[in-house]
């Protein structure tokens, strides 16, 4: 049999792929893991060359395109009409999963009127809660939100599995995990295709840091939208009195508005809040700080995680999620529910010296040209090759 590196090769050469990639209404006005995931990895792709364009169009036209890619699971409200219109136009789907179920987060960390009704709900029901609550305050109304509320939220779900050609987890267990809320999908072709990073960015001793940055030598670092699932408000408690410059960089989620507020109340004189930063004064925050930390409720990989490490941080990371497989024996894991855990492991990681292995593995492991080239294989799994 020819590899499938020959054969994608190939392909290539004779007829270009053309990729339509897909996702929530609100990927770039809400920016998260998925957005970058999604850019990246189409960037990527049209290096390998692919053509293929961003659409977050419910019903677009597919005439140009041979294959529709949609992104995140979790958001079924807007990727299932996308699902159909490829299906009702004879193109076939690839769905990047990007799935974690939250229910730890809601049941544990919620509080207030939010956190009852979250513990008196079923995960699935309270999903279906915040759908609507998004759609109301976010002003993500559209029809999507009226099929979900029809349908139900885990329903829609499998719906979407249903009409995949291909399902790409970012790492085997997250592919159990949606084996296991959704049985049907053990039927399906699968090609784990792992979250990656910007290689040339960060992988560099010779970039100058601006001495702006160089008071923040040694810090300990978050980059995360600032909300309740990164769990900001414990790291800062964690690290309350402890002799450590704390940098977080990242802006408030649209409706963690009050969350926010209280991590600046409670936040002691070593935290700087830098908010929204370019991509690079990102990569200066990196370069100077010892200990990066993702102590989220849930986190497939925490692509922050990835670049930090290549950049030479030492990780300290959540336990909950995929952080296992991509990461090993390499970063310092806490309970995101613990304060004293957070704090246990960022004192740990601090006193360590850099994991030189880490930075190897990422790069080794965790690129974007070799998710792009995982990726294409998927697409050649479900198009028809004449």
Request: glycine share 6%.
């Amino acid at each position: 049999m020819m590899p499938v590196r020959l054969i994608q090769e190939c392909y290539v050469k004779r007829s270009s792929v053309r990729v339509l990639l897909q996702s929530r209404v609100s990927l770039f006005t809400v920016a998260g893991g998925d957005t970058t995931q999604m850019t990246k990895t189409a960037e990527a792709l049209r290096k390998l060359g692919v053509e293929c364009e961003i659409s977050l169009e419910q019903q677009p036209d597919l005439n140009k395109w041979d294959l529709v890619h949609l992104f995140n699971l979790t958001r079924p409200q807007d990727i299932y009409l996308q699902a159909c219109n490829a299906v009702r136009q004879k193109r076939p789907v690839a769905l990047s999963t990007i799935y974690l179920s939250s229910a730890d987060y809601d049941s544990d960390s919620r509080g207030g009127l939010v956190g009852l009704i979250s513990r008196g709900l079923s995960p699935s029901a309270f999903e279906y809660v915040k759908a609507l609550g998004r759609a109301v305050v976010s002003k993500e109304w559209h029809k999507g939100t009226r099929v979900l509320l029809s349908h139900g939220y885990q329903r829609l779900e499998e719906k979407v599995i249903r009409m995949s050609g291909v399902l790409l987890p970012n790492s085997h267990s997250e592919m159990q995990r949606v084996i296991r809320d959704f049985p049907i999908a053990s039927t399906s072709k699968i090609v784990v295709v792992p979250n990656a990073v910007d290689d040339a960015d960060l992988d560099s001793e010779d970039v100058a840091v601006p001495d702006e940055f160089e008071r923040f030598r040694g810090s300990v670092l978050c980059v995360a939208g600032i909300g309740h699932r990164k769990n900001q408000l414990r790291l800062v408690r964690a690290l309350r009195g402890v002799d450590l410059p704390v940098v977080l960089v990242g802006r408030a989620w649209p409706n963690a508005t009050r969350y926010y507020e209280q991590v600046r109340r409670e936040a002691g004189p070593n935290v700087h809040f830098a908010g929204r930063v370019s991509d690079e004064d990102r990569q200066h925050y990196y370069r100077v700080a010892k200990v990066h930390v993702l102590a989220s409720w849930m986190e497939t990989t925490g692509l922050a995680s990835l670049e930090a490490g290549l950049a030479g941080c030492n990780l300290v990371i959540t336990d909950k999620g995929d952080t296992r497989e991509y990461f090993g024996d390499m970063a310092f894991y806490c309970d995101p529910g613990s304060e004293e855990s957070i704090r246990e492991a960022i004192l740990k990681a601090h006193a360590a010296p850099v994991c030189t292995a880490l930075q190897e593995r990422i790069k080794s492991r965790y690129t974007w040209k070799k998710a792009a080239e995982a990726t294409l294989d998927a697409y050649l799994q479900i198009l028809p090759i004449s």
